[in-house]
């Protein structure tokens, strides 16, 4: 017996070009049955056009897509059966009701009858919304469109289920209760290709995650294995209330250091590393050093952050998550 | 104030920037100016009519005639070649006159002459009348002919003398002459205009119609249609976002409004201009009283789209209604046909429409040539209409 | 059976939006109202033309021009006629168009009539009522004819009796006068008539059915403007793309959106159908009427697919939707009839969906069945089977 599962999805060399611009550049990965494949990614990255192509919207430039055993170029028809697609707008007809959405998606996908009444009912008990699914999706708020929104990929009990950056914009609540809804669909035997780029999501829900940016897939593997990549270095991640000038290659100089980068403590944009960073709204500036010696680093740290007159508000020694190794492979971050 | 003509000056470069309005905008005035032009323009055009005549007498000859080549395209052909002419509509009507006609009229037997029409054209009414009054000729000479002879009976009953009556032909050659150059009696038709006097001929007041009528409801469409921009806006979210500047609701307001003016004045201008100079649409004499009511009918129109920009809630009913509005309100102004033939009731609802008070207007002004003071009531009709939509409108705009 | 899910959901959906639905269905309506009170019936509508009758003559012929417009009862239902003595005062109230015409009798009418001069009867016409003047001026016309055949009648018969020399001195006026009797006879004129009818097989249509039925043309037309609406707000809502990762086909899809359409496009007529037909508008074979009908609503839908195609976004489809629609309209007929176009301008109209459609529906009207009407449906659904297949071609949801 075989101690990886079969892979259920298979993408080798993908290829979007639009024009002059190429949206996804060589992808390569392949899905396993039954695991919760990430792809995570800041957007541009290609996550969406990548998503695309396996759902047979779009047509690759070159390169191939196995879905089940079927090719998107050949048989799209059985790969579009085998797959469940939740978009990331929501693509759902706001003058009719959640049941008669539901049922019009469903048929869509081959349901009738009896089966279909029932598949819909279970997908409403899925999305927690059976007892207003009588009302028109646009009285909804956004988490329950949200929801609806994959109740309508999931009535035909698909082998893979593509999720598309599916908690964008929506209130804490209705994130979490979609968090634990992709949880339980994994438990009941669904395949799930999530794409995000919110790297708790991906980190909570993920066996093995793909990083991609620019349209290439820059790491890919579980969630350990890519914290390895950054090595076996924690991150001392200090808030100042500024940043003065110089502190930044005082602290690289340090022998015991690898890398210094600064991120921005809300998700405005960062400006480059090494450059003056100005606290924006009274947040502080976040820098983190990587160490493999943290333990020992750390006193440096402050020191030198002390000697600077930069005020400390707070420091962290953590493990290195999905967004540092982003950074460590990018020297940017997740969030733009 | 400024601000207002930035936010023209906004919609109308938005408007440029759009390729396929800016073809809607230009191409399309241009050219449907152009094909009803050049239906409508350049004084009249000869009516075709096919002859058949096949006789070939005198009388029938005579009939003919009525046909002024100045008018009159004439084709002489038999008879199943002149029906099949007016009925495929090469022909507007086919004239046939049978054998035996000339015998007949001198013989004073009763005869006939027919007229087949073209039932699609509208120009059968006059060819009907040009024919008619000849054929009346005809019968009164073949009427004199009869009251000769009873004369000349009478006459042999008088002096019991046996007089043989000249023949028939000679009696209607000389009654017919009586008959030109001018007959005993004649109507001089003279259309009046305050100004001066025109020939008229049913044509040109036909073409004059349709040409008044067509612009006006052109610019209502325009106006309706671009009740759209505002939906746009609320669309895009730039509306929300322009809320949160220093402009006001009412400058904001007059700014889209001056824009969407602009742009239905610029179709007028256009399709009057083009008309007129390239066309010779007959657009009268007064261009001061011209402008006075179309521009203020393209108030009222700009009026009009604003406030049903603030009823409806997505472009696709914005189209329906340019079709509704736009259609009916032409319809009831009298664009499409003259006010003339409705009943009283109608003409009054007419007048409850921008466009009735304008086609009443240029009616005054172009074709009556009432001269500008003329102008000035429907001009200020118009703006009362005007006012009274853009006041609906801004006070129902929901900006957000 | 996907399509046929499309095409109720399509229909669901627009019945949700009550707007567009009452402009769709309920404002033709509203406008055939219109369109039968203004034309429905020409001859009540007409009203009393205000007519002046301004005569000066000092003999009795001019009387006899002048008394039918307050005596003859076909002429009294025809005119509202008023008698004036000023013939400048009554040009001026013709000039304001409040009279539609005026018609003077000179002071020396008769007399010259007497001695054998021509006259002439002015007669002022308001060019604002056309339509009413020229009546006004047909009867003139012919009354003026009655007096120049009594006239001539008389001349005529003095001229070959004269040299007979009876000795009668009474005779020659005798004959005169029994010839201008003659001539004056409302009979007598009716020797040779002028027949009129139509030339081709079937009745001249009133301006009312001219309407109604280029009218029905052109919402049909919209209702496919509508149908492309809904073609891009799905891609908006990204539910085309949804649709299209379904296992369905394309064209599926399509065919659902066709339907969809086209259930409202025969709704449509059949409302203005019947609509009108209890108005009094006569539209004839009922399956000739039925064909160009629905090959006029499936070359609209046609239409509505390309337009969605081609346009991308909203403000697009209007834009280019109007262009098309206006320029089919008005080289089909919908603002007036194409006879009136010069001659090389009118096969324009065949390029047109309006063109072919009125005049099915036309020639329908003044009696022509389904076969007469066969080249219309065949070039109808002609151009739906083009603009369709090159709107599913080229649509795409990008």
Known sequence: MSDVAEAIVTVTELVKRFGENTAVDGVSFDIREGEIFGLLGPNGAGKTTTISMISCLLAPSSGTVIVDGASVTAEPRKVKCALGVVPQEIALYPTLTALENLMFWGRMYGLGGKLLEERVVEALETAGLADRAKERIETYSGGMKRRINIAAGIMHHPRVLLMDEPTVGIDPQSRNHILETVKELNRRGMTVLYTSHYMEEVEFLCDRVGIVDHGRLIALGTIEELKRLVGDENVISVRLAELPDGVLEAIRAFPLVDSVSTAAAGDAAEPKEGEDATAPDGEGVTIEVLSKDSGTVIADVVGALGRSGARILAVDVREPNLESVFLHLTGKSLRD | ?400 | MRWLHVGIKDLRVTVRDRASLGILIAMPMILIVILSSALGNLAANLGKTPVAIVNLDQGRVGAQVTDPFFTDPKLTELFLARRMIDPIEAKALVAKGDLAGALVIPSDFSRRLDTGRPSKLMLFSDPGRQISSAVFKGVAEALSTRVSAASIAARTSAFYVAPLRVRDPGFVYGVIGKAVQSASDTEALSAVELVESTAARGAELSTLSYYSGAMSVMFLMFGSMFGAFSLVRERDHWTLPRMLMTPGTKWEILGGKMFGVFVIGALQFAVLFGFTSALGVKWGDLMAVGLVAFSTVAAATGLAIFIAAVAKTVRAVSGVSQMLIQFMAAVGGSFFPVAQFPAWLQPLHYFSVNGWAIDGILAAMRGANAVDVLPNVGALLVIAVVFFTIGAWRLGWE
């Open chain 2, 1 to 400: 104030m400024r601000r207002i003509a930035t936010l023209a000056w906004l919609n109308l470069v938005q408007v440029l920037k759009d390729r396929t309005g800016l073809i809607t905008l230009i191409f399309v005035p241009l050219m449907l100016t152009s094909i009803f032009g050049t239906v409508m323009g350049g004084g009249e055009r000869r009516i075709a009519v096919a002859v058949a005549d096949l006789d070939k007498s005198v009388q029938s000859a005579e009939v003919v005639a009525a046909l002024d080549p100045r008018s009159y395209v004439v084709t002489t052909t038999g008879a199943k070649e002149a029906e099949a002419m007016a009925s495929s509509g090469e022909a507007a009507a086919a004239l046939l006159i049978p054998k035996g006609f000339g015998a007949d009229v001198l013989g004073g037997v009763d005869t006939q002459v027919r007229l087949l029409k073209d039932p699609r054209s509208q120009t059968t009414i006059a060819i009907a009348e040009a024919v008619r009054g000849r054929v009346q000729r005809v019968a009164a000479n073949a009427a004199t002919i009869r009251i000769v002879q009873a004369a000349f009976r009478d006459a042999s009953a008088a002096t019991g003398a046996a007089y043989s009556p000249a023949p028939p032909s000679d009696i209607y050659a000389y009654a017919d002459r009586i008959w030109e150059p001018d007959p005993p009696l004649a109507i001089a038709d003279v259309a009046v205009t305050a100004s001066k006097t025109r020939g008229s001929t049913t044509q040109a007041m036909g073409f004059q119609q349709y040409s008044l009528g067509f612009t006006l409801m052109f610019m209502l469409f325009m106006g309706i249609g671009s009740a759209g921009g505002f939906i746009d806006e609320r669309e895009q979210g730039t509306l929300s976002r322009l809320l949160t500047t220093p402009a006001s609701k009412a400058e904001l307001v007059a700014g889209k409004v001056l824009g969407i003016f602009v742009t239905v004045m610029f179709e007028a201008a256009v399709m009057i201009g083009f008309g007129a100079f390239v066309f010779r649409v007959p657009w009268g004499d007064d261009p001061l009283g011209v402008i006075m009511i179309i521009t203020a009918f393209g108030l009222a129109t700009t009026g009009l789209g604003v406030m049903i920009s603030t009823l409806l809630r997505t472009r696709g009913q914005v189209s329906a209604a340019t079709a509704v509005f736009g259609t009916s309100l032409s319809m009831l102004g009298g664009a499409y046909w003259p006010l003339d033939i409705v009943s009283p009731a109608m003409r009054t609802i007419a007048l409850m429409t921008p466009t009735g008070w304008a086609m009443t207007g240029l009616t005054d002004v172009v074709v009556r040539s009432q001269g500008t003071a003329l102008a000035v009531l429907p001009s200020a009709a118009l703006l009362g209409m005007g006012a009274l939509f853009l006041a609906i409108g801004v006070s129902r705009l929901k900006l957000e």
